[in-house]
């Protein structure tokens, strides 16, 4: 490895200063996200106090999802198998 870095031009250490400085960014960019707690942004966010309180009632078990309807006969003969849903 430090035989190969040896061997570097001076565009090497500034391809890998760019991508260094990219990837610093980034992550400051998304740790600063995670402590505004993204208010008002397109993010969904779950409320957990909800959540638990719909799970512990039972009412998340008592239907099917309302985006979720069982395949019907007609529906699987026009799957083609190489395909994916």
Request: proline share 4%; aromatic share 10%; hydrophobic share 40%.
């Amino acid at each position: 490895m430090l035989q190969a870095i040896r061997h570097w031009h001076g565009s090497d250490y500034r391809l890998v200063g760019l991508l260094s400085l990219t990837l610093v960014m980034i992550a400051l960019f998304l740790l600063g996200q995670q402590e505004t707690g993204m208010s008002g942004s397109s993010w969904r966010r779950i409320d957990m106090e909800i959540f638990q309180e719909r799970l512990d009632s039972g009412k998340l078990s008592t239907h099917e999802a309302e985006w979720f309807h069982a395949a019907k006969p007609a529906e699987m003969q026009l799957r083609k198998p190489w395909r994916t849903p």
